[in-house]
C-alpha cells in the first residue's frame, strides 16, 4: 500500500486513475450538510443538496458557487435523465420530483399501495427511461432533515417508477434502510446500499446487487461490506469500477468487490458524482465542503435505449 495525505492506495489501477500528481480541490464550504451530487451537463454545473438548509447550491467553473434551487424540499439524491432534467427525492417532501427544462416541477411518485412514501434518499434513471429510487426511514428518524411524521409505508423499498406512464412498483424490500442507487455501466447489474448501521452497529453496512432483467431484479448479493463506515452515495465509471462516498472519503471497488484505494477528505463523505465535459472529473460532497478531482477514467454513461 502507499499513500500520501489524501490517498491510499491499494492497486495499480488506482494508482493509473489518480495519475501520478492527483490534487484534491475543495470547491466550497460553508454547508450544513451536503448530499445529492450530481453533474448537470447543460447548465455545465454541478449541483449539491444543502438539506438542513432547505436548498440546492451549485458550482460551475463560470460562475463560481451559487444557489440553484430554495427552497427544495429537504432534497437528497439527484441526477438527470437522457434529456437532461434533474430528478430529486424529496426527504421533507416524501416526493420524487422532476424539474422540466421551463423550471416547472413535475411529481414522479409520492405513495405507494395508497400511503405516502416516507422519505425517497437516491434515485438513478435507466436508458428505458425508468426511474429507480429507494425510500428509507430517514425523514421520520430525523425531523431536521426531513418531516417526523409516521411512516405510512410498513417497509423501507426500493421502487422503480415508468418513464411513461408513471406506474410505480416495488422492486425489492429486503433492505433495512436502502439507500445509494446505481446500474452498471451496461445495465445488468442495480446496486443498493443498506446503511442500517447508522441506527445500530450490528445492522447492515454494505452494497448489495441485483440482476436486471426488464423491470425485475434477480440474484440478490453481497457486492462489499463497507468497514468500519456505512456506504451512502455512488457511481459506477466506464470500466464498471464503483466510487462510494463513505465516513473517510471515497473508496473505489473493482467489480469483484475488491478495494482499490480511497480519497481521503476531511470530513465525512455523503456522495459523489462524475462530470465536466470529459466526464472525469470526480465531485465529492464532505459534509460542509464540495471537493473535485480529475481523474485518468471517466464515469459511465447510459447507454442508448
Sequence with gaps: MSSNKNFE????????????????????????????????????????????NNRIVSWSESDGFGIYREPSGCSNGNTVDREGRVLSCLTRGRTVVREEQDGSMTTIADSYN?????????????????????????????PE???????????????????????????????????GITFSP???????GDTGRTHGEFRPHNLRAFDVYGDKLTDPRLFVDVEPYVPDGFRADVDGNIWVAVGDGVHCYNPAGNLLGK?????????????????????IAATSSIWSIK???AGATRPAA
Design 9 to 52: 492506495i491499494f492497486d495499480d489501477d488506482f494508482q493509473r486513475m489518480l495519475g501520478n500528481d492527483p490534487e484534491l480541490v475543495q470547491l466550497a464550504d460553508g454547508l450544513a450538510f451536503a448530499e445529492g451530487v450530481c453533474w448537470v451537463p447543460y447548465k455545465n454545473k454541478v449541483i449539491v443538496s444543502d438539506i438542513p
Design 295 to 297: 481523474l485518468n477514467t
Design 114 to 142: 395508497g400511503g405516502k412514501l416516507t422519505s425517497p434518499n437516491d434515485v438513478a434513471v435507466k436508458s428505458d427511461g425508468s426511474i429507480w429510487f429507494t425510500d428509507p426511514d430517514y425523514g421520520f428518524l430525523h
Design 145 to 179: 432533515l426531513g418531516h417526523g411524521d409516521k411512516p405510512e409505508q410498513d417497509r423501507n423499498r426500493v421502487f422503480r417508477v415508468d418513464g411513461e406512464t408513471l406506474d410505480i412498483t416495488m422492486v425489492s424490500e429486503d433492505f433495512d434502510k436502502p439507500n
Design 186 to 192: 451496461d445495465e445488468s447489474i442495480l446496486y443498493v
Design 263 to 283: 480519497i481521503l477528505t476531511p470530513e465525512v463523505s455523503a456522495n459523489l458524482s462524475f462530470g465536466m465535459s470529459d466526464n472525469q472529473t470526480l465531485f
